[in-house]
């Protein structure tokens, strides 16, 4: 089933504003979590991920930040841009079960001119 | 470096018939997986090999789906027959303990329509 909750499910922001995307899990064992960006009709790519033992982790206009407590970490887009517009995923990394990732339906950011 | 590189990009096919996707993962690339993914939706795991040895198919829907890697490296998707609700997108990835197990380059895709 679902271990992973995203929210929101859409998204539309003006460009140069933030975004945030939360993603809350429910197996206290997941240790690595990642973001994959999907542009309308390309490939999905791994564009962020961080590891339980790190709270944030930073690369250029984009951030992870993890609440290991309240079991949920989220993805920070700033001073956003037309080429942001994608779907974006929060994968569950399957531990103990193998090398799996589990993904959902995303959230779809549109960055409006 | 190639990346994953999969074919054909695109197939029509009537409904009944057979169709079938290959896939090359990158290079030294030991995990090799097969999504579907639906219009709307996120990637759904068909079935996962390390090496030659499917490690995962509980998501395959065996009536009509078969896949192989026979010599651990490109591996071909099939399905046969196709059905009308059989059309998405088919990606390939894959994944190497060097380059982080758990870190999955994806393939362009192969995009499926059955009539």
């Keep these: 089933g679902e271990n992973v909750e995203q929210h929101p499910s859409t998204l539309s922001v003006q460009e140069g504003d933030s975004a945030v995307i939360k993603c809350t899990y429910s197996d206290s064992a997941s240790n690595y979590f990642p973001w994959y960006k999907q542009e309308l009709g390309k490939r999905p790519q791994l564009i962020i991920d961080i590891r339980s033992n790190v709270g944030e982790k930073k690369d250029q206009r984009i951030a992870v930040t993890l609440n290991k407590t309240a079991k949920h970490f989220s993805l920070h887009i700033t001073e956003t841009q037309p080429e942001d517009s994608a779907v974006y995923f929060c994968p569950h990394w399957l531990t103990g079960g193998g090398n799996k990732l589990t993904f959902g339906t995303g959230t779809q950011l549109k960055v409006e001119l | ?115």
């Design chain 2, 1 to 115: 470096e190639a990346g994953v590189v999969q074919s054909p990009r695109y197939k029509i096919i009537e409904k009944k018939q057979p169709v079938a996707f290959w896939c090359n993962p990158i290079s030294g690339h030991n995990t090799l997986y097969w999504y579907r993914q639906n219009l709307g939706q996120g990637p759904e795991l068909l079935i996962r090999y390390e090496n030659e040895e499917a490690v995962d198919d509980s998501q395959l829907p065996k009536d009509r789906f078969s896949a192989e890697r026979l010599k651990g490296v490109d591996s071909t998707l099939k399905i046969q027959p196709a059905e009308l609700g059989d059309s998405a997108v088919y990606l390939c990835a894959s994944s190497s303990p060097h380059s982080g197990a758990n870190v999955l380059t994806f393939g362009a895709g192969s995009r499926l329509t059955v009539l």
